[in-house]
């Protein structure tokens, strides 16, 4: 009888060992899973931010592009051009423009770098048109940055007429807001480098 009941006490205590044993593996395997969760989580995540920046610079860059072949679009359509040819695009970014807060005053720098352009443009002698864009950063509503971006243009527009001596019907200005960034907005420097005035240069 005793045999018994030790047998059965070492079988019971084998039994809940084991039951034990069984309950803590559930435990760690299911602290693992919630790591490795955890951790895939957090590895998604990464990788859709590096995604979301690798789209963003590739937006940019086929945003430039895209700009200028609406400008070669856009002329043809008003039969401004003789060859139908995109030559190239100067931008001249608030580093050089230095706008104030809303406003399309020019500065001596970006006076001064219209100036050169304008030399340049004598000095190729060829019969082109110019199409001014200006583009603007994120802050503010998009219809505010729309106007703000046509009077920086228009502020250009001007200055290569009266002091550039470039033809007003060689020229034409367009807004595009905030809707053609080059960079990202979210950063100082990237709001930079969004304001900006770009002359596409066509023949």
Known sequence: ??????????????????????????????????????????????HQGLENR????????????????EALDRAQAAGKLAEGKFLYETTLSSQVAKFGFESSELSPDMTAALDDFATRLKGENKNVFIEIQGHTD??????????????????????????????????SVISYGESAPIADNMYKDGRAENRRVTLVVLQ
């Open 1 to 46: 009888m005793k045999i018994r009941t030790v047998s059965l006490f070492l079988a019971c205590t084998a039994l809940l060992g084991g039951c034990a044993t069984k309950n803590y593996v559930n435990e760690q395997v299911a602290n693992l899973s919630q790591r490795l969760d955890r951790s895939e989580g957090n590895t998604a995540s990464l």
């Open 54 to 69: 690798v789209n963003s610079q590739q937006s940019a860059l086929e945003g430039t592009s895209r700009t200028a072949q």
């Open 138 to 171: 994120s802050i503010g509503t998009p219809e505010f940055n729309l106007a703000l971006g046509q009077t920086r243009a228009e502020a250009v527009r001007r200055y290569l007429a009266l002091n550039g001596g470039i033809a007003l019907h060689r020229m």
